[in-house]
């Protein structure tokens, strides 16, 4: 259930596969979408593209790797945009000699409790392939709004492609695992066990801590969190831009998220 049990072959990957690739002696990954072709559709701070939009003549901030891969020419790697993160990279581009991982949906409680990483999987069921891509290609021409590390990042990106929903309201988070695994969960753990706990027993501190950790990194989850909704890809624009009041307005389905997921 570690960080390598998610690694794939590219012979594996299928169109609407969210895939990522971690950075940095895994410090941090970056997430995408394939699209097929050898193609990935992904989400970055677009300060960090370079002016001709292709993606492998510089680093991304969110994708940063120390050795920068040979990129396979096709005609689209690094197509974006004008003022737009959204872009579209070959899969040596986005990789940039990382290693392969597919990111899981639809899994149950006890597997994603086992995970010490957030960012890997979640409870959400995915949306059938075309509707992932559907969304994946119209966010590369009309963007997915304001690159923001904790609450509108590259997870956040292709969990909505997956699945159609974004958190509503004010959070500080986002419905990315990664953020909250390294942000929410952890403070959210020591703020909410007793100063006595801290004092009287290191080795009760540690254990309930990791307790808390879990279980507030699973309530943090899309599948579970009852201020996510699904939104219209077209309404997109309107979503970021706080223009629509009503819930309903948002929705694909006109039902609840929770209707979708999994029973854990």
Not at 134 to 155: K, S
Request: glycine share 8%; hydrophobic share 35%; charged share 15%.
């Amino acid at each position: 259930m570690g960080i390598l049990s998610h690694r794939v072959e590219r012979s594996d990957l299928k169109a609407g596969d969210h895939i990522y690739s971690w950075r940095t002696a895994y410090a941090y990954s970056h997430h995408g979408i394939y699209v097929g072709g050898n193609k990935v559709v992904h989400f970055t701070h677009d300060q960090y593209l370079s002016s001709t939009g292709h993606s492998s003549s510089i680093w991304f901030s969110s994708s940063v790797s120390n050795v920068p891969a040979a990129c396979l020419n096709i005609p689209d790697c690094g197509f974006r945009k004008h003022n737009s993160g959204v872009t579209m990279s070959c899969l040596n581009c986005f990789l940039a000699s990382g290693v392969l991982y597919r990111f899981e949906y639809g899994v149950n409680r006890i597997s994603f409790l086992a995970k010490l990483r957030g960012g890997t999987c979640t409870t959400a069921k995915s949306d059938p392939p075309e509707s992932v891509i559907h969304r994946a290609m119209y966010l590369l021409h009309n963007g997915f709004g304001n690159y923001n590390l904790f609450t509108n990042n590259c997870e956040d990106f292709a969990l909505y492609c997956k699945t159609g929903f974004l958190v509503r309201g004010q959070e500080p988070l986002g419905s990315s695992g990664q953020a909250s695994s390294i942000i929410g969960a952890p403070l959210a753990a020591i703020l909410s066990l007793p100063l006595q706990l801290f004092v009287s027993s290191p080795v009760a501190t540690a254990t309930a801590m990791a307790a808390m950790y879990s279980l507030n990194r699973y309530a943090a989850d899309i599948g579970v969190r009852d201020d996510v909704i699904e939104v219209k890809v077209e309404d997109i624009a309107l979503f970021h831009g706080n223009q629509l009041d009503r819930e309903d307005e948002y929705s694909d389905t006109g039902t609840r998220p929770e209707k979708r997921q999994r029973q854990c």
